[in-house]
Every structure is written in structure tokens, then in C-alpha cells.
């Protein structure tokens, strides 16, 4: 707003004094609107200047609030670096002190495994030795085998007829440790009547089958276990035999 300075009119004293009614026109109205324009121009000036100082201050609150949030978010990510730093720090201790304790483990492993190799290299030394041992063992059964045939082709009509006249035949079941005896010639009314039982003879003396059934078996195999006389125990078992099959003979 524009503003228009007031001019006073030259005053001639004389000119007034001359006049019946000598009077000075002061322009009062001109001044106060004057006036009034001059305060309200200061107070408009007042206005401006305190808003532009309030929106300084407003935006300074602003700046100086984001630069404290800005502040504080950096000293938290510190914070949270240095907490990392500590947590990485430990996890580093702690994988250090895996890798030793690995490290440890794997020289005692390598140990063992050169230990291992040793025993496996003598075992494997001692497998050799018990096969060459094993091989000449066969070798040797082998001959015997051969030479227990020989005798026995030598001898098998005179063990038939010992057979037949004892009226028992014991065979041994393949390479086990068991043998099979056989019972003919029990009754009068019956001549082809056949008995038989399988006895294990491993470990001690053990009746694995018995056809038919014996009820005095087991006795006769306690004595067997006792005195250890074989001929002694088929001689028993085949008169036990004709008198379980023939109770009148």
C-alpha cells in the first residue's frame, strides 16, 4: 500500500491577522487519516514480520526435529552395529573354538584310522597264515579222507556182514557232526521193521530226531554223557527198542 505524504500550504501570518476572524486551518482530518494510514501499514508490516518469523521458526522446529530423528536413527543403527559387532565377534570365538575342537577330533580320528589300518593289515597277515594253515588242513583231510576209503573199500563187505549180524547201521549226515542209526532185524513177525535217530555228538551227546519215539531215550543218553560208552549205549537203545516194539519177545 502506497502512502502519500501530506503538504501543508504555505501560512502567511499577516494575511491572518488582517482577517476579522483570524483562524489557522490545521487539517486535522488529512492528518488523522494519515494517521491512521501509518499504524495500519506498521501494524501490516507487524503482521508479515511476525508470520515470516514464525514460519522460520516453524520450519527451523521442523529441521532441527528431523535432524534430531535423523540423529537418533544413526545412534540406533550404531547401537544395533555395535551389538552385531559384539554378536559376530562371539560367533567368530565360538566357530574358532569349533575348528579346534574339530581339528582335534580329526587328528584322534586319523589316529584311529592309522590304528585301524595296522590291526587290519595284521589281521589281513593273520587270515593269510590261518588260510595257508586252513589249505594244508584240507589237504591233509583230503588224504586221510582218501585213505579211510581206500581201507573201507578193503573192508565194506565185512562191515556189511558185521552190520547184518548186529543188526545197526551208523552213517554220518555229510560233514556235520551228527549220525544216523539205524535199527533192523527188532521182531520175529516184522524183519522189515526200521528205527532210526539222528544223534548230535557237537557238544556232548544230543538226540536231534528219533523215529518212532523212544520213552527211555533221554535215560539212556544221561548215561551215555555219564560213562562215555558208545557201543555200550547202542546195545542198549536196540533192546530198548525190541522191547518197545515186541513187549512179548
Do not use: W
Amino acid at each position: 500500500m502506497s502512502t502519500q505524504m501530506l503538504r501543508l500550504p504555505q501560512i502567511s501570518l499577516s494575511t491572518i491577522l488582517a482577517s476579522p476572524m483570524p483562524t489557522i486551518d490545521l487539517r486535522l482530518q488529512s492528518y488523522s487519516t494519515s494517521t491512521s494510514n501509518f499504524l495500519r501499514a506498521v501494524s501490516t508490516y507487524k503482521h508479515r514480520a511476525l508470520s515470516s518469523l514464525a514460519a522460520i521458526s516453524q520450519k527451523h522446529t521442523s529441521e532441527s526435529k528431523r535432524l534430531s530423528d535423523k540423529s537418533q536413527a544413526l545412534e540406533n543403527e550404531i547401537n544395533a552395529c555395535g551389538i552385531k559387532e559384539i554378536e559376530l565377534v562371539g560367533a567368530l570365538e565360538r566357530e574358532k573354538e569349533e575348528r579346534k575342537d574339530a581339528e582335534l577330533e580329526v587328528a584322534a580320528l586319523k589316529r584311529q584310522l592309522a590304528s585301524l589300518r595296522d590291526k587290519s593289515q595284521t589281521i589281513e597277515a593273520d587270515i593269510e597264515q590261518y588260510k595257508a594253515i586252513t589249505d594244508n588242513l584240507r589237504r591233509e583231510r583230503a588224504k586221510e579222507r582218501t585213505t579211510l576209503h581206500t581201507h573201507a573199500s578193503l573192508i565194506s563187505p565185512e562191515v556189511s556182514d558185521l552190520e547184518a549180524a548186529l543188526g545197526c547201521v551208523i552213517e554220518g549226515i555229510n560233514s556235520t557232526d551228527r549220525l544216523l542209526l539205524r535199527f533192523f532185524h527188532l521182531s520175529p513177525t516184522d524183519p522189515d521193521l526200521e528205527v532210526s535217530l539222528v544223534l548230535d555228538v557237537s557238544q556232548g551227546y544230543k538226540v536231534v530226531t528219533a523215529s518212532p519215539l523212544l520213552p527211555t531215550l533221554p535215560i539212556l543218553v544221561n548215561t551215555l554223557l555219564e560213562t562215555r560208552d558208545f557201543c555200550s549205549f547202542v546195545r542198549h537203545v536196540r533192546g530198548a527198542y525190541q522191547t518197545h516194539l515186541d513187549p512179548e519177545s
